[in-house]
């Protein structure tokens, strides 16, 4: 297998990926069991993690997307919903799906934008959580990975949105890629 120019090291590899969103999947299918579970990812960098992580769920769900950009130039966590959801999620139980986890901003956003909406219940889980970059604490339900303060691509984490469909996480220096 040869590794992309700038990546530095294999940090998960597909194997290890694979398993642990299986398990992720089965503690999700445990806690929900009974209930109508709706995930939503949040584009474009969770599609990857969502689409395996649903295969892994053993109930049914459904699924919607929406997509955020940030204001250039702007505060750290400043965004807006670029895409929103195609249906309502009121008396919902809904599962916030995302790529990663950082300072925490984006995440928060999100959970006060859909806790308005009025769900019946409301979780993350990640594929990727960075908690020593956390600024704003927000209540991660299921995690795959915690990563180190490294720049990763694959699984979905893009560097100028190539290196998405990598079936590993790997850590990227992008002063390497030239």
């Known amino acids: 297998m040869t590794t992309p120019p700038g990546v530095e090291r294999i940090l998960f590899t597909e194997e290890q990926v694979a398993a642990r969103i299986r398990e992720v999947g089965r503690e999700i299918s445990q806690k929900y069991r009974g209930r109508d579970l709706k995930l939503i990812g949040v584009l474009k960098g969770a599609v990857f993690f969502l689409t395996e992580l649903a295969r892994a769920i053993e109930i049914p769900v459904k699924v919607d997307f929406l997509a ?100 590993y996480i790997a850590v990227m220096n992008p002063e390497k890629t030239s």
Do not use: H, W
């Open 68 to 167: 955020i950009s940030s204001f250039s130039g702007s505060v750290p966590g400043m965004v807006r919903i670029a895409k929103d959801l195609d249906d309502p999620i009121e008396d919902q139980d809904v599962l916030l799906v995302e790529d990663i986890v950082d300072t925490g901003f984006t995440t928060r956003f999100l959970l006060q934008t859909l806790a308005g909406r009025a769900p019946r219940s409301i979780g993350i889980c990640t594929l990727l959580d960075r908690t020593v970059r956390r600024i704003v604490q927000v209540p991660v339900d299921f995690r795959c990975f915690e990563i180190p303060d490294r720049f990763v691509v694959g699984c979905g984490l893009d560097y100028k949105q190539l290196y998405r469909n990598l079936g």
